[in-house]
């Protein structure tokens, strides 16, 4: 049995090559992801916004937006029979209301708290 030896002079180029080709291709794909991301955002300057767009808006998934929407819990207007549209206004309305119970929620759930180890 031979054993075929490789000059290390002879893999640098192929090694090279190949990390090459590794990168380029890398590179490429974070672009591509870069431009869909500044896309989103450049469809955001609309005052109106889709179940997608609100849902990145929102920073939830589309499933949260239509549960929203499903227990009328965000209004929205409807565009033909099957696309539903948002009011970024209306969003941020909600973000806040949420934002302000949440806060006040805790408060209480921390007041309770106090009460009790008061009387304990």
């Known amino acids: ?33 870069l431009h869909a991301l500044k896309e989103k955002e450049n469809d955001l300057t609309t005052d109106y916004l889709s179940v997608e767009q609100a849902a990145y808006f929102l920073s939830v998934s589309k499933n949260t937006i239509y549960y929203l929407v499903k227990n009328s819990q ?4 409807r565009l033909g029979q099957r ?16 934002k302000l119970k949440n806060t ?3 408060k209480n759930e921390s007041n309770k708290c106090k009460l009790q180890n008061s009387l304990i």
């Open 1 to 33: 049995m031979k054993s075929e030896q490789v000059k290390l002079s002879e893999m640098l180029p192929l090694i090279y090559s190949y990390i090459s080709k590794v990168v380029k291709a890398s590179v490429s794909e974070a672009l591509q992801e």
């Open 74 to 77: 965000v209004p929205y207007s």
């Open 83 to 98: 696309k539903l549209m948002f009011s970024k206004k209306d969003l941020i309305q909600l973000f806040e209301s949420r």
């Open 104 to 106: 006040n929620q805790s």
